[in-house]
């Protein structure tokens, strides 16, 4: 397992059409829903990440990687690979990929539980996937020792 570096991570639900977006707090504990960029040519995107790499001071990039039930990689995630390799050439960052089977699923579920409309889910969807994807990537991380610890600290 990558030790992932100290700061704030970046993850990424990739699609064709849409990228959902969260990050993670500095201690990486904990990810938010950050927002959905719709595709766009590779300079304007390239332009976008390094303006948020910078505001944000992230330290790394976490990409879904959409995968077959049986875990094997599908063309889906040959394509979220290539962008990894093309945000890692663009920002200089590291790149992690992480497993991001269900997000989509769990994060519709989600909204439709908060009883929003068609629309507003829609609106939420691809952030709320990227920050499930990443929540899941960070608690994989943690060590088990420094996960349990005294809840008065």
């Not at 995107?45 to 077959?68: C, D, N, S, T, W």
Request: contains cysteine; proline residues 5%; neutral net charge.
């Amino acid at each position: 397992m990558t030790s992932r570096p100290k700061g704030p991570l970046l993850g990424i639900d990739f699609g064709t059409v849409r990228l959902g977006l969260a990050i993670c707090d500095r201690n990486g504990r904990l990810s938010s829903p950050l927002d959905i960029l719709q595709r766009q040519p590779q300079e304007v995107e390239a332009r976008y990440f390094r303006k948020l790499v910078k505001q944000e001071e992230v330290k790394g990039i976490v990409v879904g990687l959409p995968v077959h039930l049986d875990g094997r990689e599908s063309q889906k995630s040959q394509e979220a690979r290539a962008y990894g390799k093309w945000l890692e050439e663009t920002t200089g960052l590291p790149i992690y990929y992480f497993d991001e089977r269900f997000t989509s699923v769990q994060a519709e579920q989600i909204l439709m539980d908060a009883q929003l409309t068609k629309k507003k889910r829609q609106a939420r969807l691809d952030k709320l996937a990227a920050s499930l994807m990443l929540q899941a990537y960070l608690d994989s991380q943690q060590d088990e020792q420094a996960s349990i610890q005294p809840l008065d600290d």
